[in-house]
């Protein structure tokens, strides 16, 4: 299994939609959780960090994480034609205290 | 603040010739950084970590002695690609981490990314 998984997308999701991201993780000791942003051909930003079991918002983001599931999604309400890019999951691994990055999903919100 | 540069920003060189690339913490001080390589279309990989005044740990199959990096300071990180060749041209970026308050762990700043070109 994976230490981070997302699906690869694409996700296309019209404009003015809510667009909702998912990750899944192994390691059941994690304790922190990551939400980055990567245009194409530009490095990742972090968006949202993530500590504790429910929801976390900021602005249009709302971070979910939901530990005894070992699930952490990420929901963009009134998506924008801007938030169109890959969206990376990191999440840390007690065993040697690493970050740990999923692959990204592809966003593509449609005009 | 957490602003992470990095130089240059692009750069072309010839087949065989050595190239550096600079990771900077701007705004604090990163109890580590990290050098990622980044194919187009394709996820990051690690490729090192990178603490200060210790040796870098390379993930497997990253030549040691090919991407070599130098940690002289708290702020600043160095990858030089020795004796580049065209299929190590890629987008190199690192990053440097800060312990935020109510973090467990943490947490990971990218830099702007440095394009390599070898031809």
């Known amino acids: 299994q ?8 694409p996700l296309s999701v019209p404009e003015g939609a809510i667009a909702s991201l998912n990750c899944t993780y192994s390691d059941r000791g994690s304790q922190s959780f990551f939400w980055y942003r990567q245009y194409s051909g530009k490095s990742p930003e972090l968006i949202m960090s993530i500590y504790s079991n429910g929801d976390k918002e900021d602005g249009r983001f709302t971070a979910q994480l939901n530990k005894a599931s070992q699930y952490v999604s990420l929901l963009i309400r009134d998506s924008q034609p801007s938030d169109s890019a890959t969206y990376l999951c990191a999440v840390n691994t007690l065993r040697d205290d690493k970050i740990i990055f999923g692959k990204g999903t592809r966003l593509h919100i449609l005009p | 603040g957490a602003v992470v ?9 010839k087949s065989g010739t050595s190239v550096k690339i600079e990771c900077r913490s701007l705004d604090f001080q990163a109890t580590t950084m990290f ?66 308050s109510g973090g467990a762990t943490d947490t990971q700043y990218f830099g702007p990314g440095t394009r390599l070109t070898v031809l």
């Open chain 2, 35 to 100: 050098w990622y390589r980044q194919f187009p279309k394709q996820s990051l990989m690690l490729m090192a970590t990178s603490n200060e005044g210790s040796k870098a740990t390379y993930e497997q199959g990253v030549e040691k002695d090919k991407f070599l990096i130098n940690h002289a300071s708290l702020t600043l990180s160095t990858l030089t690609v020795t004796s580049a060749h065209p299929e190590d041209s890629s987008f190199y970026i690192c990053s440097a981490s800060l312990r935020t």
């Open chain 2, 5 to 13: 540069s990095q130089h240059p920003s692009r750069v072309i060189c």
């Open chain 1, 2 to 9: 994976k230490e981070v998984e997302q699906n690869s997308g």
